[in-house]
């Protein structure tokens, strides 16, 4: 059973599209939709991941897919529960073989939310054989950093480079809370077969 979305959700996905609508207004080259198959294909694996958590709602999930955007969580739409959203344009510059013929990766962020007021980013890909998709999953990115606090919780993949995975992460000193890094830094992982192996790290800029 489906329900539609929260005026609250709505407001808050209405932000972040808009944000990402200027984005492409500015430079709509590095941008191309997901297509009706890539949509189904997703929005089905992101049920199957909800539908677990949706058994404690009266099998209920609420998803919304408007032209730019996605999102779910179980429960009815007034339900203060864990949630993903994420926009439904691919950046040209996440997308790559990864050294695979007749395949393509496509990586997306993705927006969590665990039903509180704290959100984070997760990283997914989306694998295609001969343009086909064929599978969705999460990419674990390792913390880079020997501190007791480690990493930001919201890593940004910004390029992909034959099997290297480029990303902004930032660096959380033991004086920080986990919103508030104190540095960012740019951060190389060598992919192979879904998981991220640490090649290099350099410091950018001070947050």
């Known amino acids: 059973m489906f329900s539609k979305i929260s005026s609250t959700i709505v407001f808050v996905l209405s932000i972040q599209c808009l944000a990402l609508s200027q984005d492409i207004k500015k430079d709509p080259t590095k941008y191309t939709k997901f297509n009706e198959a890539e949509i189904s294909f997703v929005s089905d694996y992101f049920r199957s991941v909800y539908k677990q958590d949706a058994e404690s709602y009266e099998n209920i999930l609420t998803e919304n897919i408007t032209d730019d955007y996605y999102d779910i969580h ?3 739409a007034e339900e203060i529960a864990a949630s993903s959203s994420f926009s439904l344009y691919w950046n040209k510059s996440l997308i790559a073989s990864l050294g695979e013929a007749n395949s393509q990766y496509k990586f997306f ?4 939310n665990g039903g509180g007021n704290a959100n984070w980013t997760e990283i997914y890909a989306m694998k295609l054989s001969n343009g086909i998709p064929n599978s969705v999953f999460q990419i ?3 913390c880079p950093f020997n501190s007791p606090n480690g990493c930001s ?3 940004e993949l910004t390029k992909i480079d034959n099997n290297i995975l480029l990303f902004n992460i930032g660096f959380v000193g033991p004086n920080d809370g986990q919103c508030c890094p104190s540095w960012e830094y740019e951060v190389a ?3 192979l077969a879904k998981k991220l192996t640490l090649i290099s790290k350099r410091k950018v800029k001070q947050l």
Do not use: E, F, T
Request: charged share 20%.
């Open 74 to 76: 179980p429960g009815g």
């Open 109 to 112: 962020h993705v927006s969590a």
């Open 140 to 142: 674990d990115v390792p």
């Open 153 to 155: 919780d919201s890593p």
């Open 189 to 191: 992982y060598k992919y």
